[in-house]
């Protein structure tokens, strides 16, 4: 992600500031609100329960820009929404994780707030360097990278889905029913989001496609590292990330078909 990102898209905020800031408080207050109704609703255990807040209080994935850029939808602002939803999910998530569950069990916010800046800020800020000071070398790892990271995610979905299979086998269409709920109403808000905030179809779609869209690896490394004692708790972020990029597809082409103006 680091590699693809400039200044330009964090100076984004002063061109579209209303889109930006809906798209921001969008992510952040519609998907765990929905994250915890459904865990209510689907009566989860605990486990479960922080896997799906987890997925609902990261910030939004990068294969959104993608879906964005198929669904000819605006490609800067989803690409904006996404980095300024990661830069400042250090501080976020681990707030809202803590409001949505603290009560319920105990962690720690500050070790999850170190583990986003180990596993995404640092290497963002990497990327940025390395995108400034070496644009012609960063043009050639562009080619690679976005294989390097599918393989990387298939490795993580299929150790935890490994690791867990026998508790899958016996709830996973439960599960895997939240994990669609949980995307498809992020779709539906976010254009409800956007057309009671005035925008524009592109942005609209964007803004639909970037709260569906979640960072769902960064979920599983999440509920891996500070709930070691709730196995369950990986298991939504990796039913997540094979849902959303299964979909993701077909989103593209209905948006791109059906809800264009060209």
Partial sequence: MGTTLNLDNFLEVFRKPKEIVVGLLAQYI???VLALILAKLFSFDMALTIGLILVGTVPGGTASDVITFLAKGD?????SLTALSTVISPILTPIITFIVIGNHISFNPTEMFISIVQIVIIPIILGLLVNYKFPNFTNILKKYLPSISSIAICLIIGGVLG????????SSWIIMLAIILQYCFGIILGFVVGYLSGMERKQMITVAIELAFQNSGLSTSLAKTHFPDYGMATVPGALYSVWQNFAGSILAHIFRKYLNEE
């Fill in 75 to 79: 490609l800067a602002l989803s690409v």
């Fill in 30 to 32: 519609i998907m765990p």
């Fill in 163 to 170: 690791a867990n299979k026998n508790a899958i086998i016996t």
